[in-house]
């Protein structure tokens, strides 16, 4: 009787690992298709501009500088992107 009501309450151990290998195989495609974007030209060059501030802000001692700028138009150029792609997947 014990064992019964804690199959009730927990249900079966097969089917939580059928269920957990399944959420596994998904990938969000939101994440796929920031990835391809980041690999465009554009992306690429603002990507590259961010890169090489963080590099000269942190060869510094002493800054006030900060890549925020830079920062903000890597993310603008690689959403711009994402914005055009992302609905093509959505069902």
Do not use: W, Y
């Not at 089917?15 to 796929?32: G, K």
């Not at 590259?48 to 501030?53: H, K, P, T």
Request: proline share 2%; charged share 45%.
């Amino acid at each position: 009787m014990v064992f019964e009501e804690k199959m009730i309450l927990n249900g079966d151990p097969e089917e939580e690992e059928e269920e957990e290998e399944e959420e596994e195989d998904m990938v969000d495609p939101l994440e796929t298709i920031r990835q391809k974007c980041e690999e465009t030209e554009h992306c690429v060059h603002t990507r590259e501009r961010l890169e090489a501030c963080e590099t000269r802000v942190g060869s510094r001692s002493e800054s006030t500088e900060d890549c925020t700028e830079e920062l903000f138009d890597f993310l603008h150029a690689r959403d711009h992107c994402v914005a055009h792609k992302v609905f093509h997947s959505v069902k």
